[in-house]
């Protein structure tokens, strides 16, 4: 009897050991900035609890087994991040979740009780408890805007007002103290942001700058999209502010009706929330976060430093909560909003992190980034235009380390408006993981791609059942699915590629090992392309789709399939294809004619398609494809309401289309579905019989013409597709299509595919402004200077005329 309470009385204390339950409980006055707090009692028990997260945390850590720690509702106002480290935890598994669905709001700001004082011009001042430093106001819960130049209008598309006379030096006199001012754009290939800190003037007048080091394709600042902020001198609206960090005031000016007294205040603080680190040595293990909101951070762009290998993105690794080194870890139903930066971030080695029902809106920069590090990756390069010699090139396939996400899921997320600040950003960014799984998100109100690959390290990854739509709407050259792949062999000059893969075909899939499939998707790209795979985007397979405004776009890759997808008001766009590809497009529904550049070799199979008018079947015919696709009308079921399924038989039986469920995209969680927003499904737009011609997206011209001309065959720039393929910063230039031997054009070293964008200084808009410059100058022996770019590289050459 003895030994039988004995070992009753031990299995009890195991399981007491093995589930552990803490409790937290905070005021909403405390961490008040200026108002007395008490952090330290409690027991973390539920009559009993704990007065900090903190607290909670430290006692978690010692505890074996199973620990779950209940915040009570309120709002936790951090003093510092809070950090879960594996050497720190001797848990199971830990969870940090609200209590009994109480609503629990975890603000990396601080709250301030400020005595306001009229100053002038409608603006109050108030002089701050503590030296303070933040760049971002709350007020009763909405976001103020700091002082700006032009001032904020949301009705504005791009960066919500912009001047180029924000930084005219006449403009730039009326500053007193401009240093401690941000200057912001799009870069100008508009490809994404670039913004500087203001550290003073010049003597001529013109601002002493740092920064623009965000996208990792550098240029300069676009002239015309910019605006300037933090100067006192623009506080002239309702709802901007400015702090004199020198005088230690906040100054602001209140909408009418605003009770300043009684308002509340609170200001960014932090940059991360939560931090869980590991290594995938000792990761840590199975952390959940559920139930809680993360608000209030701080602002990061001029921290987005770090290249992603040769993708376009720059990055700061870290969010409002950040995972590095885990094990199947999860965040689940959780909302992220009004953040500086990215929402979450899972760098490095994490195995199994699940991102499930929550909802990301009015963000900075990302939701959610899948990155791994660079340490993983085999012969990696920093800079679009870097190369490897083949001889040093590591000829290993696959990863060099294991510190890169894999096996990772986010699903049912609402994603929306976010990169309210930074451009260069995705509802959802992978780059250097392996099978990451993207399934039934709603993603809209975004600056750039909905979602992103940014390289081909390692593939495995699945998109599918996602909504995606209202994308690229401050950017250009962009998709609403993006990728890249620049692999660690990949150049941009075309003619190093077609010799180095021509004998070294091995080359292809030594990063992207594994196939990427994309399927059972809407997307919808307003300055784009629906499906965008760019330079390189190889081992792809694209099914099931509804593009619903600019088609699909393959750029030079391998091993790229495309099937049963369809292509509201748009077409196919492939550019400058290599030989030997393996492509292929086979029974999709397109609705005008493809829209080649530079393709010669069309891949293994382009047929079997379906196309609206017999001219657009016809001028496929015309590129040697589509000997067996057919022409009619697709007799969409019900197209004003989203559903694309055919009625037609042909379509079906010859052609091979094969309808699916249009019932499926997006969000599935009540929660989240009954606030997210729908697409707009557009009018569809028959296309005209007219002879087929390139094309731009959303774009009908009659004719495009190329004129002979000294030995050279040259024709304008036109279309979003030409400026693309071509990679330019606008639709302006005259590209040379073919040039020979004899012609002054190749005398100077021009070459096919090189596009011309000034003449003698003088910018050239396109083909007949180039020959009204040039025809003066024939005969007279001139050396004239030819500004050009070239494997979107620019040079100057010159002419003998």
Known sequence: MILLEVFLSACFCLHAQAQTSLYVCISDSVHVVGIDKDMDGGQGSLKNPFHSIQA??????????????????????????????????????????????????????????????????????????????????????????????????????????????????????????????????????????????????????????????????????????????????????????????????????????????????????????????????????????QGIHFTNN???????????????????????????????????????????????????????????????????????????????????????????????????????????????????????????????????????AAGIHITHNTIYQVPRAGINIGDGCFGGHEIAYNEVFRTVLETGDHGAFNSWGRDRFWNASRAYMDSLVALHPELRLLDAQEKNIIHNNLFSCNHGWDIDLDDGSSNYEIFNNLCLAGGIKFREGFYRSAYNNIMINNSFHPHVWFKNSHDSFRHNIVMQPYKPIRVTDWGDRVDDNWFLTEAALQAARTNGTDAHSLQGNPMFTNPDKGDYNTGNQALTRKAGFKNFRMDQFGVELPRLKKLAAKPDYPVLNVWDDQPHVEVGVGTVKKNKISKEFRGATLKSVEGLGDRSAYGLPDESGVIVLSVRGESPFAKAGLLQGDVIRSFEGTRVKGLAQLLQLIRPLIGSGKSVSVGTIRSQQSMELKIRL
């Not at 480290?85 to 700001?109: M, P, T």
């Not at 100067?231 to 960090?245: G, N, P, V």
């Not at 499930?356 to 590090?373: E, M, N, P, T």
């Open 56 to 289: 909670a945390l430290r006692a978690a850590g010692s505890r074996k087994g199973a620990v779950t720690i209940y915040l009570r509702k309120g709002v936790y106002y951090l003093d510092s991040t809070l950090v879960i480290k594996s050497e720190e935890a001797s848990f199971e598994s830990l969870k940090i979740q609200n209590y009994q669905d109480e609503k629990v709001v975890i603000s990396a700001g601080r709250a301030l009780k400020l005595n306001w004082q009229p100053f002038e011009n409608g603006i109050y001042q108030a002089k701050l408890p503590l030296q303070l430093h933040f760049e971002t106001l709350f007020i009763n819960d909405e976001k103020q805007v700091l002082a700006r130049c032009p001032n904020y209008n949301p009705a504005v598309r791009i960066l919500q007002g912009t001047s180029a006379d924000a930084t005219a030096k006449e403009k730039i006199s009326s500053w007193k103290h401009p240093a401690g001012g941000y200057l912001h754009g799009l870069q100008a290939y508009e490809w994404g942001s670039l913004h500087y800190k203001i550290i003073g003037s010049n003597p001529d007048g013109t601002l002493r700058l740092v920064g623009g080091w965000q996208n990792n394709r550098p240029s300069s600042l676009h002239k015309d999209y910019r605006y300037v902020e933090n100067i006192f001198e623009e506080l002239d609206t309702a709802k901007e502010w400015f702090l004199d960090k020198k005088d230690n005031t906040l100054y602001y000016k209140p909408p009418k009706g605003l009770d300043l007294q009684t308002a509340k205040v609170v200001v960014s603080h932090l940059r991360n929330s939560l931090e869980i680190r590991g290594s995938s040595s000792r990761p840590v293990p199975a952390v959940h976060i």
């Open 298 to 432: 701080e602002r990061t762009f001029m921290e987005t430093k770090e290249p992603l290998l040769r993708s376009d993105w720059r990055l700061y690794r870290g969010g409002a909560v950040l995972l590095d080194g885990t094990a199947d870890c999860s965040v689940e139903d959780c909302d992220f909003h009004d953040l500086g930066g990215n929402a979450i971030m899972v760098s490095g080695f994490n195995k199994g992190t699940l991102i499930r029902g929550c909802h990301i809106y009015r963000v900075g920069a990302s939701a959610i980034c899948f990155v791994g590090k660079r340490e993983a990756v085999r012969s990696p390069l920093d800079n679009y235009a870097a190369r490897i010699s083949y001889d040093q090139l590591d000829k290993t396939p696959g990863p060099l380390t294991n510190d890169y996400p894999d096996s990772c899921t986010a699903d049912n997320n609402l994603i929306d408006s976010i990169g309210l600040i930074e451009k260069q950003v995705a509802g959802i960014e992978i780059d250097i």
